[in-house]
């Protein structure tokens, strides 16, 4: 399994960035995908998943302000961020664990850099 992401980009604080995450490869018909984080000198964060059932799971400080979702027939992960903070700057990863029994999210792409100026 492949995975792009795409969407990063410099933005003002209460602005909005909508990343995309394209998967190519070995698909299979469950898994888990997710948005994980990671900023200059802290630890990787899971910031929201989403399985092949459509359920979704949320890092509470973004609940509310950042919605994962899928296009199953572009096979392409979505996060859209609203009400961005200057805390949000990271670099932006989209991971998959196929099938969703693995252990942990094996697959993972290159990451998207997010940067919020206050």
């Known amino acids: 399994v492949q995975l792009v992401e795409s969407g990063g980009g410099s933005v003002q604080a209460g602005g909005s960035l909508k990343l995309s995450c394209a998967a190519s490869?070995?698909?299979?018909?469950?898994?888990?995908m997710a948005w994980f984080r990671q900023a200059p000198g802290k630890e990787r964060e899971k910031v929201a998943a989403i399985d092949d059932n459509g359920w979704t799971d949320y890092t509470d400080s973004m609940k509310g302000r950042f919605t994962i979702s899928q296009d199953k027939a572009k096979n392409t992960l979505y996060l859209q961020m609203n009400s961005l903070k200057p805390e949000d700057t990271a670099m932006y990863y989209c991971a998959a664990k196929v099938p969703r029994w693995a252990s942990d999210y094996q697959y993972w792409g290159q990451g998207t850099q997010v940067t919020v100026s206050s």
């Open positions: 490869g070995n698909t299979y018909s469950t898994y888990f």
